[in-house]
């Protein structure tokens, strides 16, 4: 049997003295990409090995992602995950029970590689405030999430990359994976919540806004009117930034629906 070849991917901006993902992740191999600018920051509070610098023309989360996706091949890794770099995890103790994993989340990565099988090119963790909702093992046909495994030459050989839209990058890269004939779906024996929550400072907060979230939310509907349908969600649901009014343009996919479209 061959041994598949497979590491921890985190991007990160602008958070060199936290990390909660990275910290976490004891014994499988793991890098953190950060921009070059501030890669000598981070290696000043990380094992500089692991360190991965990203060249100026990769800014953005969208670019930096697919900027891994390739370093990943280059490498020759079978499968990565890639993990945002505030989450914390939690394992599945009963069908409607999460425990969070204080010491360390080697099991919950070990274990969404091998979840994958021939089978699936993309799993992700859900959030936690979906999870124990979803039966248990995998579910098919799920967004993934900020916290997923995928096999990086799969998905370059069907010529799924980012960079059409700046942000909600992730649900148009799994859109494209279904609109591939790629199954993808969500491994529910464990679930991920973000530390800090969604406008910790950082990342891609830095830059993110009400208009540009509007902006990619309208890209995605117009390339796949079909599959994909808009809302305007409120602000009672997420916490209100200084860049945005109180309401944001999102989208609703019908992700098992893109999937059947390829099997006629």
């Known amino acids: 049997m061959k041994i598949i070849k497979w590491c921890v991917c985190i991007p990160s901006k602008g958070r060199s003295k936290v990390g909660e993902t990275f910290k976490k992740i004891i014994k499988p191999k793991k890098f953190i990409f950060v921009p070059i600018e501030e890669s000598e920051e981070y290696r000043r509070t990380h094992d500089r090995s ?38 914390v995890i939690s394992k599945r103790i009963s069908d409607s029970k999460f425990e969070r994993m204080e010491v360390d989340i080697d099991e919950a990565c070990e274990n969404l590689i091998m979840a994958m099988g021939a089978e699936y090119v993309a799993l992700s963790l859900p959030g936690r405030f979906l999870a124990n909702t979803l039966p248990r093992g995998v579910s098919p046909f799920k967004r993934l999430t ?13 010529e799924v990359r980012y960079g059409k839209v700046p942000v909600q990058e992730d649900i148009l890269f799994g859109l494209e994976l279904l609109l591939a004939g790629l199954k993808t779906g969500q491994y529910c024996e464990y679930a991920h919540d973000q530390a800090k929550g969604y406008e910790a400072t950082g990342g891609c907060s830095t830059y ?27 602000a009672s649901s997420f916490k209100k930034s200084s860049n945005e009014n109180g309401e944001r343009l999102e989208v609703r996919v019908q992700w098992k629906k893109a999937y059947l479209s390829t099997q006629d």
Not at 55 to 82: C, E, N, V
Request: with cysteine.
């Open 208 to 234: 993110r806004n009400e208009q540009m979230l509007r902006q990619s939310s309208e890209t995605i509907a117009r390339l796949y009117p079909e599959f994909v349908k808009t809302f305007v969600r409120k």
């Open 146 to 158: 900020t916290f997923w495994s995928v096999k990086p030459s799969v998905v370059d050989e069907n």
């Open 50 to 87: 692991c360190v991965v610098p990203v060249p100026k023309a990769f800014s953005g989360i969208h670019l930096t992602r697919q900027f891994i996706l390739d370093w990943a091949q280059t490498w020759g890794y079978d499968r990565i995950i890639m993990a945002d770099d505030d989450l």
